[in-house]
Structures are given as structure tokens and as C-alpha cells.
């Protein structure tokens, strides 16, 4: 099961180079995006046994591959309609002023699927070292899709992003290799760098060097992730890619990273040093919210707004496990609640891009009127991403509220609450502005297709059940995951069913 989880994207990816129909391979994206998430619900259903003693399923890496097929699948369905769209006659006129000619689409579609297949080895891989080339992977296979239309700006967010998260990578690296010197030097022993591995002989861990290789893999992942203050690569990023891939890096890249700072914290837990690594949890995860803040505030590209909220909810992703406890179970929660909000308002917002040809705030509006089924899910999917009831992100947001009273700092909670208030303000001044502001001029209304809408409908869908009812199999697992990365045997089989 693993192995086929793993290696059937990256076959779908090389099979796409050689495929010269659009319908042919826009099937082979849509079908190997159908069968992956097939293949993740049948590990639902029955535990994969572990492969080759490096690959295996834990909670969290469950949860982070069962949100990227997701979202992927979503990505696969909405990519049908942008493909069609990108070819029309009336797009000409907009593609020759932007001064770009598109990727390939073959070329755009291999990397879709081989970023899907790097995604998966993130998430099942239980060997630090296989974790940290298959997040180098992603990156690599995701910098073809940012360049994707080819203009000056592309290329300067493509570059940008190589760059910073290659750096952050390469301090990875030398984090893991100060991590297998602090088990060498005291265990006096070849101790893989698998999870169950070192987890078994954290207690014997060199303090120092331990110290040193969290700080390096907290920094180095967390610039992947998209923590401030090492996230100036995402805004350019997120706002000059497609809309869908936007979407995939958002909803699913910056989980991959999350995924291997939460195996570090394991680790430290483990070996007793958990309350240092939570320090750096909440540290980061405040400046986050608090630079997201600022720059969400007057910001006038909609894209970069909706970038910006990424690095808030990435901020309140490591604040939730560095207060622990419940609102460890929170940041489970908005983990995959996040994942599917903003997946689906960046695919949103790329409908208003073909619409209005712009990304400037002031110059679209009257959105409920010129796209009567995005502008409604567009109001949807702001009150979601703002943390409004009856959302799924207002319940975990909630949750690591409530935690922080008794557990944390008077000041937490407090910068907590003004940076959500803030980043609210910002958000409805431009949502609001969109969707109720007059009609553009020359913008006649249209009716969109099927393909661009139901994915993000279904999306939101999805947020707004885990806001009003938790099925108790899915409280049950995201329970399970909290207490695996709190470091506790959870006394339950996580396993839902």
C-alpha cells in the first residue's frame, strides 16, 4: 500500500512528459489524483504495514497526506476548467500584455504530479533523513509551476523561492547531521535515524548538540513552512503562481514542513527537552501572527493578502502545540480546517483573476453580481478564514484559546486576540470592498463552469461540517495525532475504524 502511494504519482508524473493529448493528460492528472485519494482513504480503513523499516504511517503524517490528496484531487478537478481557460481566444490579448508565453502544459502537469508524489514520501517517511530529501523535493518540483506563466515577476518569485528555501533546507541538513551526532556521542552506537529509533534512545541524548540540531531543523523547516521571520519568499510566491498551485502550496506544501519540525518536537519531548522546544513554538508562532498582521492591514493585491494569511495561520499552527495540551488538539484541527479554507479561496480568487485581470483590490468589485457562484462562496470562505462561527477554523482557533487561560503568559492570549481582531479588519475591508462594491465597468456578468466552482464549494463544505459536528472517528484520530506529537502513547488506537 505504501509503495504504491508513493510511486504512483511519480509514474503519473514521468507518463506526462511523454503524452502529447490535452484531453489524454488531463485525464491521467484527474484519474491518478482520484486513485491516490482511493488509496488514502483504503489506509483509513486498514493500517498500511510499515515498509522497508523507513517507511510508515503515524497520525500526523496520516493527516497531513490525507489533507494533501485532498486538496490535490480538488487542485486536479479545478486544473480542467483553468486549462481550458488559459487556451481561449480572449485570453490572447491579456497574455500578450503580461509579456509571457505559458510552461508547457506537459511540463506543468509531470510536476503537478511529481509535487503530489514528494508530498506523499514527506508524510509517510519515518526516517529523518528520506523526510528531508522528499521536502527538497517539493521544492523542486514545485518551482516549474511558480514560473508558470514566464514574466518578470515569476521568474523573481521562483528565483526568491529557490533561494530562501534551499537555504532553510541546507540548515535542515545540518541540523539532522547534529542530530545523529547528539545520539552518537552518548549512545556509542549506529542508531538509524528512523523515528521508533531514536524515540526508544532519547533518553540518551547529548543535551548540547540536541539543543543545537533543533534550533537548526526548527529554523530551517520553518522557513519552508512560512514562519516569520523567514517567510519573505511566500507572498511573492503564492501571488505570482496559478491560482491552483497557490492552492497546493498553501494547503499542503507548508504542511509538509510543519510535518517535520512536529517530528523534531518529538523527539524533544522524548528526550525531555520539550518545554525548549515549545519556547520556540510560541515564540515564532507570535511573530508570525503579528507580521501577518501588519502587512495584512492596507494591502492592496488579494493574493498577497491571502498569502499573508498563511503566515497567521501558520503562526497559529506552532503557537497551538507550543502551548500544548488541548490546544495541541486545536492545531490538529486547523491544521487540515486551514488546508481546506485556503485551498478553495485561492482557486476563488484565481476566477476573479480571469474575470477582472487584475490582482489590485481597488479595481475589482461587484463580485456577487459579475460571478454569481464565486462571489457567495468568496463571502463564505473570508468569514471562514477569519475564524467566524459556524467555521471549523473558529472552533480550533477557539480551542487554543482556551488553552492558553492557565497555561501561558498573560501577554499570549492577549496578542493572540488583537492580531485576529487586526487581521479581520484587513481582511473585510478587501473581501467586503470586492464583493458588494459596484459593478466594474466593462466586466459584463458571467456564468462559471462547473469545473472552477465545485471544488472550492466542496472545500468549504467540508470546514463548515468540522465547525458544526465532529463525527466522533474524526475526534478520535485528530485526538490521537495531538498526543503522538505531544509525546504521550495515546491509550487509544488513533486508528479510527
Known amino acids: 500500500m505504501l509503495a504504491a502511494l508513493v510511486a504512483l504519482p511519480f509514474l503519473a508524473g514521468g507518463a506526462a512528459f511523454f503524452i502529447h493529448g490535452h484531453k489524454l493528460r488531463r485525464v491521467l492528472l484527474v484519474g491518478t489524483a482520484l486513485a491516490q485519494f482511493i488509496l488514502v482513504a483504503l489506509c483509513w480503513l486498514t493500517p498500511p504495514p510499515p515498509l522497508w523499516g523507513v517507511l510508515a504511517l503515524d497520525a500526523p503524517g496520516l493527516l497531513v497526506l490525507s489533507a494533501t490528496a485532498g486538496l490535490f484531487l480538488a487542485a486536479s478537478c479545478y486544473a480542467v476548467g483553468y486549462f481550458h481557460r488559459e487556451g481561449e481566444h480572449d485570453h490572447a490579448a491579456f497574455r500578450a500584455r503580461l509579456h509571457f508565453a505559458n510552461v508547457p502544459e506537459a511540463i506543468f502537469t509531470a510536476c503537478l504530479l511529481l509535487f503530489l508524489?514528494?508530498?506523499?514520501?514527506?508524510?509517510?517517511?519515518?526516517?529523518?533523513?528520506?523526510?528531508?530529501?522528499?521536502?527538497?523535493?517539493?521544492?523542486?518540483?514545485?518551482?516549474?509551476?511558480?514560473?508558470f506563466h514566464r514574466h518578470q515577476r515569476s521568474l523573481?518569485?521562483?528565483?526568491?523561492?529557490?533561494?530562501?528555501?534551499?537555504?532553510?533546507?541546507?540548515?535542515?541538513?545540518?541540523?539532522?547531521?547534529?542530530?545523529?551526532?547528539?545520539?552518537?556521542?552518548?549512545?556509542?552506537?549506529?542508531?538509524?535515524m528512523t523515528m521508533p529509533a531514536m524515540l526508544a534512545s532519547a533518553g540518551k541524548v547529548n543535551a548540547q548538540w540536541f539543543k543545537a540540531a533543533l534550533i537548526f531543523m526548527f529554523v530551517g523547516y520553518g522557513t519552508k513552512m512560512g514562519l516569520a521571520p523567514m517567510h519573505t519568499w511566500l507572498p511573492d510566491a503564492h501571488s505570482e503562481a496559478p491560482s491552483l498551485?497557490?492552492?497546493?502550496?498553501?494547503?499542503?506544501?507548508?504542511?509538509?514542513?510543519?510535518?517535520?519540525?512536529?517530528?523534531?518536537?518529538?523527539?524533544?519531548?522524548?528526550?525531555?527537552?520539550?518545554?525548549?522546544?515549545?519556547?520556540?513554538?510560541?515564540?515564532?508562532?507570535?511573530?508570525?501572527?503579528?507580521?501577518?498582521a501588519l502587512f495584512i492591514l492596507g494591502q492592496t493585491d488579494f493574493k498577497r493578502m491571502l498569502a499573508y494569511s498563511s503566515v497567521e495561520h501558520m503562526g497559529i499552527l506552532a503557537l497551538g502545540v507550543g502551548i500544548g495540551g488541548m490546544a495541541t488538539f486545536g492545531s490538529m484541527l486547523h491544521l487540515l480546517c486551514h488546508s481546506l479554507t485556503k485551498a478553495a479561496m485561492f482557486l476563488l480568487a484565481g476566477n476573479v483573476l480571469a474575470t477582472y485581470h487584475t490582482q489590485v483590490i481597488r479595481q475589482v468589485s461587484g463580485v456577487l453580481r459579475t460571478l454569481p457562484r464565486t462571489g457567495p462562496l468568496w463571502l463564505a470562505g473570508f468569514l471562514a478564514l477569519t475564524g467566524a462561527p459556524p467555521f471549523g477554523l473558529f472552533t480550533s482557533e477557539f480551542t487554543i484559546l482556551r488553552a492558553m487561560f492557565g497555561s501561558a503568559a498573560w501577554y499570549v492570549p492577549v496578542i493572540y486576540l488583537v492580531c485576529l481582531g487586526l487581521i479581520?479588519?484587513?481582511?473585510?475591508?478587501?473581501?467586503?470592498?470586492?464583493?458588494?462594491?459596484?459593478?466594474?465597468?466593462?466586466?459584463?456578468?458571467?456564468?462559471?463552469?462547473?469545473?472552477?466552482?465545485?471544488?472550492?464549494?466542496?472545500?468549504?463544505?467540508?470546514?463548515?461540517?468540522?465547525?458544526?459536528?465532529?463525527p466522533p472517528w474524526i475526534s478520535k484520530f485528530l485526538h490521537g495525532a495531538a498526543a503522538t506529537v505531544a509525546g504521550q502513547a495515546p491509550s487509544f488506537s488513533f486508528w479510527p475504524f
Open 424 to 470: 479581520f479588519a484587513g481582511m473585510a475591508t478587501a473581501c467586503l470592498h470586492m464583493a458588494f462594491g459596484a459593478t466594474k465597468e466593462g466586466v459584463p456578468p458571467q456564468q462559471e463552469g462547473l469545473w472552477s466552482v465545485a471544488p472550492s464549494a466542496m472545500l468549504l463544505a467540508g470546514c463548515l461540517m468540522l465547525g458544526l459536528y465532529q
Open 156 to 192: 523573481e518569485a521562483t528565483w526568491k523561492y529557490l533561494i530562501i528555501c534551499s537555504v532553510g533546507i541546507a540548515l535542515a541538513l545540518l541540523g539532522n547531521f547534529l542530530l545523529n551526532v547528539a545520539w552518537q556521542t552518548t549512545a556509542h552506537a549506529d542508531i538509524p
Open 245 to 292: 498551485v497557490s492552492a497546493l502550496l498553501s494547503g499542503a506544501l507548508l504542511n509538509c514542513a510543519f510535518l517535520g519540525i512536529l517530528r523534531i518536537h518529538q523527539l524533544s519531548v522524548a528526550a525531555g527537552f520539550g518545554d525548549f522546544s515549545r519556547e520556540l513554538f510560541v515564540l515564532f508562532g507570535l511573530f508570525s501572527m503579528v507580521v501577518a
Open 117 to 147: 508524489g514528494a508530498a506523499t514520501l514527506v508524510a509517510v517517511s519515518q526516517h529523518l533523513g528520506l523526510m528531508w530529501a522528499a521536502v527538497e523535493a517539493t521544492t523542486l518540483a514545485s518551482a516549474p509551476l511558480i514560473y
